[in-house]
């Protein structure tokens, strides 16, 4: 079973590369926007704008987190929970099933843009709520 946690994250400044790519394209865009990105203030991470599966393709924002950044995921009650390190599409997203369900089982309301926190234990999902 995966745990589900709930918390109040602050907002959240960064420096990002964008791109619209479908799920063919995503882990190389990830992987070479980290690289480009180099070291910042806290764990690499993507926001998804959108869904990006194998019918669709959407805006992924690829950011590290840089006070002295130009963008900024606002703060603000979150749902999350870990993953694998290395996840494919299957297995991650048997995380966003898992706050999916926990976000209707507790009778919250999603907020977009959720998001993908790339920590050395693991990949964090992070689906904002209300």
């Known amino acids: 079973m995966i745990a589900v946690e ?7 400044r960064y420096r990002a590369v964008e791109r ?3 799920v063919d394209e995503l882990d190389e865009f990830i992987t070479s926007a ?9 764990p690499p991470f993507a926001v998804f ?3 990006v599966n194998v019918t669709t393709r959407s805006r992924v924002e ?11 995921v606002e703060g603000g009650r979150v749902a999350a929970a870990m993953g ?3 996840a494919d599409y299957d297995a991650i997203h048997v995380v ?9 089982e507790s ?3 999603e907020r977009p843009p959720t998001r993908e926190v790339y920590h050395g234990q693991g990949i964090e999902v992070v689906w904002p709520i209300r």
């Open 49 to 51: 704008h959108g869904q």
């Open 84 to 86: 694998p390190t290395i």
């Open 107 to 109: 009778g919250l309301a």
């Open 96 to 104: 966003y099933d898992a706050i999916h369900e926990f976000i209707v």
């Open 6 to 12: 709930t918390r109040l994250e602050p907002d959240l």
């Open 62 to 72: 690829v950011g590290i987190p840089d006070a002295q950044g130009d963008r900024i």
């Open 34 to 42: 980290i690289a480009e990105l180099g070291p910042g203030e806290g």
């Open 20 to 22: 619209v790519v479908g």
